[in-house]
């Protein structure tokens, strides 16, 4: 069982909607991401928050802003999305520094449809 | 520049076979690379991993990998295999010189038949 929580499973959303995503993790780790899947494909990385600061930003477009609360939470808030947007979003955790070793472990996601 | 090849979109094994999801990469020094499962409509979980050492890597549910330098493969196995096996299975690498960044196969689709 993963130990990074994510809520909702599923959301549908109209383009004009705002929503968010949420993302706890109890392992103790300080680096925190989001990822975009879609069907089949590999996951593609959308965010890095290291010790709770911003540390990569895939150039997401900015109707997707992330939020990272404290070192337990991040968010994903969703504004005026387009269909295309629809995937599985996925949260992930790992210690951020060490060896390049670092385990990233995921969490089950979030299904997003836009309609 | 740095990749991963998962050189079969489909894998079909039957139940008790043993099974082989192939992987290979191509990096400037050492790799770190990773095995992950994605069961139907759920999200990815983690197998094994290598960092340096053994080159035979025992994982999570029965499954190993073997690290191949020469040949820079890292393919993922298991002995005998179960109809539950069957999923989604990644190969990643770590991006050089980061902490975060991986590279990641195209994902073998694998399907255990009874």
């Known amino acids: 069982d993963t130990e990074v929580t994510q809520t909702p499973k599923h959301l549908v959303m109209g383009m004009t909607n705002k929503k968010s995503l949420k993302c706890e993790q109890h392992?103790?780790?300080?680096?925190m991401y989001w990822y975009k899947q879609k069907a089949k494909k590999p996951p593609e990385l959308m965010f890095v928050?290291?010790?709770?600061?911003?540390?990569i930003n895939e150039s997401v477009p900015s109707r997707f802003s992330p939020e990272c609360p404290n070192s337990s939470l991040l968010n994903l808030h969703l504004h005026a999305l387009q269909p295309e947007d629809s995937a599985l979003y996925l949260c992930a955790s790992s210690h951020p520094t060490g060896t390049s070793g670092n385990t990233i472990y995921f969490g089950e996601g979030s299904w997003l449809t836009v309609v | 520049a740095q990749s991963v090849a998962q050189p079969e979109d489909q894998v079909n094994v039957a139940e008790g076979n043993p099974l082989t999801v192939k992987c290979t990469y191509s990096?400037?020094?050492?790799?770190?690379l990773f095995w992950y499962v994605q069961y139907p409509n759920r999200g990815l979980q983690f197998l094994l991993k290598y960092i340096t050492g053994d080159n035979l890597v025992k994982g999570s549910y029965g499954f190993e990998a073997e690290f191949n330098k020469s040949q820079t493969s890292f393919h993922l196995k298991k002995p005998s295999a179960l109809v539950s096996d069957s999923a989604l299975y990644f190969c990643?690498?770590?991006?050089?010189?980061?902490?975060?960044?991986?590279?990641w196969g195209a994902g073998t689709k694998l399907i255990i038949k009874p």
């Open positions: 392992m103790g780790h300080r680096a």
């Open positions: 928050y290291s010790y709770e600061k911003l540390s």
């Open positions: 990643s690498v770590r991006d050089i010189g980061s902490n975060y960044q991986l590279i």
């Open positions: 990096v400037s020094g050492n790799p770190y």
